[in-house]
T-cell receptor
Framework: QQQVKQSPQSLIVQKGGISIINCAYE??????FPWYQQFPGKGPALLIAIRPDVSEKKEGRFTISFNKSAKQFSLHIMDSQPGDSATYFC??????????FGTGTSLTVIP | DTGVSQDPRHKITKRGQNVTFRCDPISEHNRLYWYRQTLGQGPEFLTYFQNEAQLEKSRLLSDRFSAERPKGSFSTLEIQRTEQGDSAMYLC?????????FGPGTRLTVL
């Protein structure tokens, strides 16, 4: 059973556009929601993370929107650049002992 | 370099052989995780250590897999009697709290 469901599977965006990736979860005990960026042949790198006590967190061009009642959270990449082309994973944890990852979104930013 | 390191980066083995991977976490991180990632999927949790204690182990982890973290420093993941289905990227991550830092991974190919 997939604990965290991620969509879309792939996304193509024009340079300068907004990329939006969505995740949904069922376990209301989850209290930490990170997003990771992964380039081919590399390990995932933490981009930004949020806890349920806030509805939005922004770091540079990256914003997480969190909807606790809907059990959904999303990553927004503003002014998308070709260098942002990568695979993005959402994740969630309750105790920090085990993290559950989404299936990933392959983002392509067209120049 | 003070990041998470993994060795080897690539391993090709024949079915039935045993393999061992090593992970060196960031020095002040007491938490260490192992994940498996197959093509097009998110990292799948395998096991978690806090210092030298193995606190979580995935139910999906067969008894052919074993992990250790002697003295709470580096960790090893051993796969016995490898099968073709074990071919994957094996990722290690470490953290002090919730922010995980991933290593570059070990790519295992079982022929």
């Amino acid at each position: 059973q997939q604990q965290v469901k991620q969509s879309p599977q792939s996304l193509i965006v024009q340079k300068g556009g907004i990329s939006i990736i969505n995740c949904a979860y069922e376990n209301t005990a989850f209290d930490y929601f990170p997003w990771y960026q992964q380039f081919p042949g590399k390990g995932p790198a933490l981009l930004i993370a949020i806890r349920p006590d806030v509805s939005e967190k922004k770091e540079g061009r990256f914003t997480i929107s969190f909807n606790k009642s809907a059990k959904q959270f999303s990553l927004h990449i503003m002014d998308s650049q070709p260098g942002d082309s990568a695979t993005y994973f959402c994740a969630a944890t309750d105790t920090g002992n085990q993290f559950y990852f989404g299936t990933g979104t392959s983002l392509t930013v067209i120049p | 370099d003070t990041g998470v390191s993994q060795d080897p980066r690539h391993k090709i083995t024949k079915r039935g052989q045993n393999v061992t991977f090593r992970c060196d976490p960031i020095s002040e991180h007491n938490r260490l995780y192992w994940y498996r990632q197959t093509l097009g999927q998110g990292p799948e949790f395998l096991t978690y250590f806090q210092n030298e204690a193995q606190l979580e182990k995935s139910r999906l982890l067969s008894d052919r897999f074993s992990a250790e973290r002697p003295k709470g420093s580096f960790s090893t993941l051993e796969i016995q009697r490898t099968e073709q289905g074990d071919s994957a990227m094996y990722l290690c991550a470490s953290s002090r709290r919730d922010e995980q830092f991933f290593g570059p991974g070990t790519r295992l190919t079982v022929l």
